[in-house]
């Protein structure tokens, strides 16, 4: 029968042997065993001394980690305060916008122009179509729809937030044909 190592070990006496050993190395007494004060004694345990350089760099390591928390912090309320400016844009041009859209549910002619990289579309009626493109009306994109409105009020919303204003005529920039299509959407 074979013997595992742990047998062999104790029969030969190098376990016992080595047991012996840690014992004689471990001080006479017990370091947790309770003092007179019923409080276990124990010695703190001393850490080595810290080098010039590693002082600096724990230094370095919390300037920096503070550096960071301060510019992630200044980034959250920069954040935070172009959120709340936007919000009240909004809050602005919705405002200008109640009640003064000239949408109509039956326009049957199509105005097609160029708004955020893309032709987009607004059905309109023959007047509104001369009217726009005479630069009598403008186009608001508001919540994610196109809005038909007056010149004034079109003008008001880019001072509110030239991004939102879609198409706007400039009459004094020429390029109308004669039949009032712009010369730009002759495809």
Known sequence: ??????????????????????????????????????????????????????????????????????ERKRAEQAAAEQARLKR????????LLDGNALN?????????????GKIRRLYVDAGQLAELNTGKLGIVQNGGRYVLVTQSIAEQVRDIDPHLLALLVDPSAGGIGEDGVPDDLMW
């Open 1 to 70: 029968m074979v013997d595992s190592l742990r047998d062999l070990l104790l029969k030969s006496g190098i376990v016992k042997q080595l047991k012996d050993e840690k014992r004689q190395q471990q001080p006479a007494s017990r370091p947790n065993a309770p003092s007179g004060h019923g409080k276990p004694s124990h010695k703190p345990k001393q850490r080595p001394a810290r080098s010039q350089e590693e002082i600096d760099l724990a230094k370095a390591y919390a300037v920096r980690a503070q550096t960071e928390a301060a």
């Open 88 to 95: 009240e844009r909004k809050a602005k041009v919705q405002k």
């Open 104 to 116: 109509k549910a039956d326009a049957d002619q199509v105005r097609h122009f160029e708004y955020g």
